[in-house]
Every structure is written in C-alpha cells, then in structure tokens.
C-alpha cells in the first residue's frame, strides 16, 4: 500500500491533521502541498490527499472511487450495528448508484426553486428574531447568539418539530457531527452513537404522528413522496432527517461565521458590501471560496487502479479532496488568496462536486444570503471584538469556537 507514495512528500506539523481544521491560518501550507505533493500520502488518513483543482475535480467525479467501500472500512474497525454507522449507511452521500440515483431523484424536489421559496419567510423571521434578541446589547458571539442556532432552528421548523425540541436537536447534532471525522476514535464514535439512539427514538415517533395526521412539513413530504412507484422506509426517512440536520447545521454555522470573519479582516469589501447588498450572492460564493466550512469531503476507497495527477492510486486505497488546497489553485482561481467578494469566475469545491455535490447547497446559500443582508441592515457597523480567536479541531470541518463582535 506504501509503495506508490513519496518518500520526498512534505509532513504536516503533528500536531494538525491533514485538513487542519484548527490552525489560525492552514492556507499558506495548503499552498505549500499543493505545489510541492499535489497528490499527497498522508500517514494521519493512511490515504492520498487530492490538491488541485483540475486533479479534485477529476476524482469527484470518477465512479470508480466507492463512498460505500469507505464506511464498510470504517464499520469493520467500530462495527457495523454501530448506531452512528446504521445511520451513515442509509445516507445519500454514503451510497452509490444506482440506489443514489433514485433517492436524490427522490429528495431533489424537496429543494426545488419553490421549496425554498416558501422556506425563505421562516428563515427571515428566524433571523430577524435573533437580531432582535442581540439589540439590547453592544456585544455578543456572532456563533451563540446567531450562526450556530440559525440553521438547526430553521431546519427544524420545515420539518415541523414543535419549537420547545429545537434546542435538543440542536445539542444532539453536535454528537453526530463528531462523530464524522475524517479520522475516527472510539470517543467520537461513542458520542455519535449515543446521540444517534436519541435521535433515531425522536424522530420515529415525529414519523408516526405524521402517518396518522399529515401536515404541510417536510416530514410529511418525506413520508408521502415518490419516486418509480417507491417510497423511502422509515430508517431511510429517519436518517434523512438526521442528515438535513447534521450537514446543513454545520455548514451553515461555519458559512456564517467564516464569512463574516473575513469581512472583518478584509474592510475595503466589508465596506464594498455594506454600499453595495446586490453583491451578496457572489459574495457568500466568495466565502465559500475563501474558507470553506468543509476542508474535505468524506473519503473514498479505489475500486481499481486509477491515476491521478501523475500517482496511482491502487485498488482498496482511500483518497479524498483537501478542499481548501484547491479552492485556492491560482490554474482555476486568479489572485486565489485575495478575498473579492465580486469574483466573477468562482466554481468552487465547497458544495463538492459530481454525484455526490450537496443537494442541500441550495438552502445553505439562501440562509447564508438572508443572513449577511439583515445583518449588514441592522448592524452596519458591527466589528470584530477580539483578535484571539480558536478554532475547533473537528476533523474535515473548519469550525470557530466564538466570534466575539461589537456594535
């Protein structure tokens, strides 16, 4: 398995990972690597880290790379009736044709131009609540008070949790994300399982209320949609559910607050934004761009040889993308380390790509752009409160502690 990688290959600093979720600044080695290693062996996945733009996209796309092969990897280290693990199995992004193709047919209208349409009165009146609550003050913690119960509060209203649970769904989330690093312990496994049990409970009984009394929630879409004559089972319901809240919680919160950060750091655009909202759109896919809030999709096994970027990655090998290496490749990106939040070429990774591109893309960017238009409205002149800020280290996302403001 070590045959093909480099002995020459630059080592990251022990103490971070391959996606250096909890460095202050893991772009200039990012740089580094991807000019150096664009192919890279890492001894912390044991498996390759993919650099470049042209190589990523290239891999996102190959079929011959098996998310499925990944986490039967991962089961036969935890165990396969690992609660968090049953839960992973049944996911879109962890299943390959064809039983993907039917269920993103399936879940693809659930997030048409009109599902969030009708999202975008809910989120506006989440939004401007928090403002509400944040006014009395000069100061707050942007994630708190705003980023972090945002895009949990907003998912569970179009599911149509009662609003007392949302709070426990939101604490339960934080268990199943850990448990989805790109390395996994037996800590993090254990946390996601006890979050999963909870939440398989919860939601199976949300599931029979729905059966018995339909309403105009998205639980009830799920339940009631089909697709070639065939509706999801309760667990695929159930994890869906569980899905909606775990990738869209933690994208979103890190899209906020990541942005927002560079705003502060870049003022000639924060200024640039504050004269100008239209640019709000291309300005959350600068942000996006810029740091994104995942730095790696989840990995996947070689089904056979294949090479990429001049390597060969053999059969039963892991592979998986370092995101903000090739977000920043100057092929793709002009001037990739300037922050312009009017960039007009910005086909970026952060939503990944091919079969497996985030089918919730659509309402991350729409909560994202309500978001920054109400705050750039009601806090034009809101700045940053601290300089001192950490990072958490979890795994392939990129995720700020706090983000203390002032206004």
Known sequence: MMATA???A???PQDCDPTLPGHPDPYPLLNHLRETDPVHWSEYLKGWCITRYADASAYLRDHRFSRVAYLERVGSQFGTDAPAL????LELSFTDPPEHTWVKGLLGRLFS???MAKARPHIEQSVNAMLDAMAGANQADLIADFAYPLPGDVIAAMLGVPHEDWAMLREWVEGIVLSRGIVRTSEMMAEGDRVAKLFHDYVSKLIAKRKAARADDLVSTLIFSEEKGRRMSEDQIVTMIETLFAAGHSTTRSLIANGMLALFRNPAEY???RNDLSLIPSAVEEMLRFDPPTQAPSPQVATED?????RTIRKGEIATVLIGAANRDPREFADPD???IARKHNEHLSFSMGAHYCLGASLARLEAQVAFEALLK???KMRLGSDQLQWHKSGRFRVLAALPVEF
């Open 338 to 340: 300037r922050f312009d």
């Open 86 to 89: 049953k839960f992973q199995s």
């Open 6 to 8: 480099s002995s020459s």
């Open 306 to 310: 294949v090479e990429i970027g001049g």
């Open 113 to 115: 131009p009109q599902t």
């Open 378 to 380: 009601r806090l034009p």
């Open 271 to 273: 200024e640039r934004l």
């Open 10 to 12: 630059p080592a990251f």
